[in-house]
C-alpha cells in the first residue's frame, strides 16, 4: 500500500486559515470515511486532531476541521495561532484491511 | 486517565531482535486494539500493524510479514511487538497507540520507545 501525498510543507500568517491535502486512491481514502489527522510537535508523540474524516475529539479547538471530496481528504486550521507550527500526517484505511500514512506536511507560522 | 507506558530505549546489534511492551490502564485492555507505529529519525510515521487484545489476532503490514510478532498478555494489560533480524534502517521511535472508538484512528499513544541499531 503506497503512502498518501501530502505537500511537504506549508506556512501561513497568524490569524490566516491554511488547508493540508491527502491524496489517496478509492482503495483508501476514496473508499472508506476513516481518515484521520495527527499533530505531532518535536520530539513528542502524535496527537489525534480529526477522526472520520470530520470529527473533532473532545479538547480539540474547533479552529480544527475536516472534510473529504473524491480520494483527497483536507484539514483546514483557521485562525492560525504560533503553537500549531508542527507536522501534520493523515492517515487512512484501506481495502487491505491495514492503514496507510501520508508522508507529513511541516506547517511554518510565519 | 487512559495511559499507555512504553519499555526503555534500547541498543541492539544488526541481525538482533528486540521486543517492546506497552503496560495500558486506565480502561478495559480487551475492548481495544492496540496498533504499533515506528517513526525514523527525521523521517515520517510507518503503521507497523495491530493486535486484537481479547482474541490475539493480529494485522500485518505487507512490509513486516514474517518479521514482526505482536502478542499481548491479558494478566498484566500489555502488549508487546517484536522485531526480529534488525537492520540498521530499523533504528527509529516505536509508539504503541489505542483505537478510539473502533473507527481506525489512534486516541491514546505511548510515549515512543527510541530502538538503536548499530554495529
Known amino acids: 500500500q503506497s503512502a498518501l501525498t501530502q505537500p511537504a510543507s506549508v506556512s501561513g500568517s497568524p490569524g490566516q486559515s491554511i488547508t493540508i491535502s491527502c491524496t489517496g486512491t478509492?482503495?483508501?481514502?476514496?473508499?472508506?470515511?476513516?481518515v484521520s489527522w495527527y499533530q505531532q510537535h518535536p520530539g513528542k508523540a502524535p496527537k489525534v486532531m480529526i477522526y472520520e474524516v470530520s470529527n473533532r475529539p473532545s479538547g480539540v479547538s474547533n479552529r480544527f476541521s475536516g472534510s473529504k471530496s473524491g480520494n483527497t481528504a483536507s484539514l483546514t486550521i483557521s485562525g492560525l495561532q504560533a503553537e500549531d507550527e508542527a507536522d501534520y500526517y493523515c492517515?487512512?484505511?484501506?481495502?487491505?484491511?491495514?492503514?496507510?500514512f501520508g508522508g507529513g506536511t511541516k506547517l511554518t507560522v510565519l | 486517565q487512559v495511559q499507555l507506558v512504553q519499555s526503555g530505549a534500547e541498543v541492539e546489534k544488526p541481525g538482533a531482535s528486540v521486543k517492546v511492551s506497552c503496560k495500558t490502564s486506565?480502561?478495559?485492555?480487551?475492548?481495544?486494539?492496540i496498533y504499533w507505529v515506528r517513526q525514523a529519525p527525521g523521517q515520517g510515521l510507518e503503521w507497523m500493524g495491530r493486535i486484537n487484545p481479547n482474541s490475539g489476532g493480529t494485522n500485518y503490514a505487507q512490509k513486516f510479514y514474517g518479521w514482526v510478532t505482536m502478542t499481548r498478555d491479558m494478566s498484566i494489560s500489555t502488549a508487546y511487538m517484536e522485531l526480529r533480524r534488525l537492520r540498521s534502517d530499523d533504528t527509529a521511535v516505536y509508539y504503541c497507540a489505542r483505537e478510539g472508538g473502533g473507527s481506525y484512528y489512534f486516541d491514546y499513544w505511548g510515549q515512543g520507545t527510541l530502538v538503536t541499531v548499530s554495529s
Open positions: 478509492s482503495g483508501d481514502v476514496g473508499d472508506y470515511n476513516y
Open positions: 492517515s487512512s484505511y484501506t481495502s487491505d484491511n491495514t492503514l496507510v
Open positions: 486506565g480502561y478495559t485492555f480487551t475492548d481495544s486494539y
